[in-house]
Structures are given as structure tokens and as C-alpha cells.
């Protein structure tokens, strides 16, 4: 797939950067001119993508989690979310509303969920060497670009 741009983060599965990669694939995503609720939608299900990691993949230690985004003249973005933690032997169960791998810590169980809601597609797999790679994209709705040097800047 040609891509028109393209971008890579990684960083420690500390729960503080869940909020950068959040806004760095919102910033990133921005050259697509989305709207507010398109844009908000992706930073929802990064954010759940990246809790997963941080809570899910690496429950005792601090590991690496990766973000890669790809934008496509089409007005698609692809988001890939990917950790070499501990893994999920059940992709599928691990989609079902309400499961939880750690009901003690109050966790709903909702996040693949979220991330299906605001996304047109997620897609999981096992990640070579451990782990997870959570595949998401979501295709923007055709706008015009906004004008420059208009009347009204």
C-alpha cells in the first residue's frame, strides 16, 4: 500500500504516555483535515489500544509499546498498536464485551469493544517474538479542504 505519510512512535509502557500517543496520532492525523468527532473517535480507541499495553502486556515489568500510523490519499488512516508483552492466548474471548484478565482491579472488559466503535475495523493478531498487534482504520468522510487566505481569516 502507498502511503502519503507516515509515522512511528515508541515508548515505556508507563500509563503517563498513553495520553502522548494519544495526541501525537491526533497531531499526526490532522494533515487529513477529520472532523472533531473523527478526530476524537481515533484518539478513543488509541487510547484503549495503548491501556491495553500498559496494563495488559507488561502487568509487572515496564516494556516497549509502538505506535505506527499510516495516512492514504483515499482518506484512510491505518494505526497499528503493538507490544512484545506477556500476550493473549484467546484473541477472540479477549474481544468479548465485559471479559477482563484482571476483575480485582475493577477493569469493565470494554476496550476492544470501544476501539470496534469508533473504528471501522480492528483487527488483533500475536505479534512475532510476544505480544500484540492491534490493527485499526478508520476512513474519513469526504470534506474539501479547508481554504486559505479567504474573506473570513
Known amino acids: 500500500m ?12 508507563h500509563s503517563i504516555n498513553e495520553g502522548f500517543a ?17 478526530i476524537t473517535d481515533i484518539k478513543t480507541a488509541v487510547s484503549e489500544a495503548v491501556t491495553n499495553c500498559v496494563v495488559h ?3 509487572k515489568t ?12 483515499t482518506r484512510e488512516i491505518d494505526i497499528k498498536v503493538m507490544d512484545n ?6 484473541l477472540n474471548r479477549a474481544r468479548e464485551p465485559f471479559f477482563t484478565t484482571k ?3 475493577e477493569r469493565a472488559g470494554m476496550g476492544f469493544t470501544v476501539m470496534e466503535s469508533f473504528m ?4 488483533l493478531q500475536h505479534n ?16 474539501k479542504a479547508k481554504a486559505v487566505g479567504g474573506e473570513n481569516d
Not at 515496564?62 to 490519499?73: E, I, P
Not at 512475532?128 to 470534506?143: A, D, P
Open 22 to 38: 494519544r495526541s501525537a496520532v491526533a497531531a499526526f492525523c490532522v494533515q487529513l483535515n477529520p472532523t472533531l468527532d473523527e
Open 128 to 143: 512475532t517474538g510476544g505480544g500484540i498487534v492491534v490493527e485499526m482504520t478508520k476512513t474519513l468522510e469526504c470534506r
Open 85 to 90: 508483552g506477556v500476550g493473549i492466548v484467546d
Open 2 to 13: 502507498k502511503y502519503l505519510n507516515e509515522m512511528t512512535l515508541q515508548f515505556d509502557s
Open 57 to 59: 502486556a507488561y502487568p
Open 62 to 73: 515496564v516494556g516497549k509499546v509502538t505506535v505506527w500510523v499510516g495516512l492514504k490519499q
Open 120 to 123: 471501522d475495523s480492528v483487527n
Open 103 to 105: 476483575p480485582d482491579e
